[in-house]
């Protein structure tokens, strides 16, 4: 009880925050470069791991009985920006993606209705950006064959959804909008959800 009490005042004082949750994403990348640009990107993305794992663990405290989305996106934003910026980390891959398994296993409800909504679009467009990261990929498919084992139709359907405004339909492959996902991307992530359950990936350890 005094748990949900914590979380349910750290909840609130986050809300009151305007700058939540860009503040949280907010990056110079400027400075990442330079003397002491290393330290500096180290420093960043420590802090990004940070938030992502205060948003886990808040997660976790959430009551799992709520029906409707609410502020669900505000704080699954904050996981979204860090995968964006830190995909290729396997550290922050690792905490990322289960963040989103263990979201969608503990609010259950929401996501059985729109919950892949506010995360797929993040998920799709780093599949498509790191289609030459085997690793990165090998990841995001099990995660997603975790969603679809958890959901079923529901999340067929919520992934439909996310890429339908997404998807770039230009056939130049040479210019691709990060922005985007590659048709053939999406593809490839249906026919790995066709095959039997793989074992998680070997992510090596940070």
């Not at 986050?14 to 860009?22: E, N």
């Not at 679009?121 to 958890?150: D, G």
Request: net charge negative; charged share 15%.
């Amino acid at each position: 009880h005094q748990v949900q009490n914590h979380v349910s005042f750290l909840h609130e004082e986050l809300l009151k925050h305007p700058s939540f949750p860009r503040k949280a994403l907010e990056a110079d990348f400027g400075l990442h470069h330079g003397e002491f640009g290393k330290e500096v990107f180290g420093m960043d993305m420590l802090h990004k791991y940070v938030w992502t794992k205060l948003m886990s663990e808040l997660f976790t405290g959430m009551s799992s009985t709520i029906t409707w989305a609410g502020d669900l996106p505000l704080f699954l934003n904050v996981v979204n920006g860090t995968l964006l910026l830190h995909a290729e980390d396997t550290a922050m891959l690792r905490l990322c993606l289960s963040t989103y398994i263990n979201a969608s296993r503990h609010f259950k409800q929401v996501f059985a209705t729109s919950g892949f909504l506010f995360i797929m679009p993040t998920i799709l467009r780093s599949y498509s950006s790191h289609q030459a990261n085997p690793v990165v990929c090998q990841a995001l498919e099990f995660t997603c064959h975790q969603f679809f084992l958890l959901h079923r139709n529901p999340f067929i359907l919520q992934m439909f959804g996310s890429v339908a405004p997404i998807l770039d339909p230009s056939e130049d492959r040479s210019a691709m909008d990060v922005n985007k996902v590659d048709p053939q991307a999406l593809f490839n992530l249906l026919l790995a959800l066709e095959r039997p359950s793989p074992h998680p990936p070997d992510i090596p350890q940070p």
